[in-house]
Nanobody, 118 residues
């Protein structure tokens, strides 16, 4: 099982930026697709951004043009650059393995990293 550890969250004002990181203890395959998810209080967890082994990316409509997902294979790390943050982006953010082209996850979740925009 791939262990995932998220970091980089924090509290920023609207319009600010944050860069989240997800360290994979065992990045088993370059072909793995991975994604970022978030869960706000009282809401269901939702997909934010995902990336395939070939670099193909897809995003939730709510973050298109503001968030950028990327992977560093050498360091087994997934990133989420978040710009122009809005209060509605406030949530716990998680990374996960996903079935490529979908928001369907498999494997373990990390502990998450909190993002607060206010």
């Amino acid at each position: 099982d791939v262990q995932l550890v998220e970091s980089g969250g924090g509290s920023v004002p609207p319009g600010g930026s944050l860069r989240l990181s997800c360290a994979a203890a065992a990045y088993s395959s370059k072909s793995n697709c991975m994604g970022w998810f978030r869960q706000a209080p009282g809401k269901e967890r939702e997909g934010v951004a995902a990336i395939g082994g070939d670099g193909t990316t897809y995003y939730a409509d709510s973050v298109k043009g503001r968030f950028t997902i990327s992977k560093d294979y050498a360091n087994n790390t997934l990133y989420l650059q978040m710009n122009s943050l809005k209060p509605e982006d406030t949530a716990m953010y998680y990374c996960a393995l996903v079935t490529c082209g979908t928001w369907r996850t498999f494997g373990s979740w990390g502990q998450g990293t909190q993002v607060t925009v206010s």
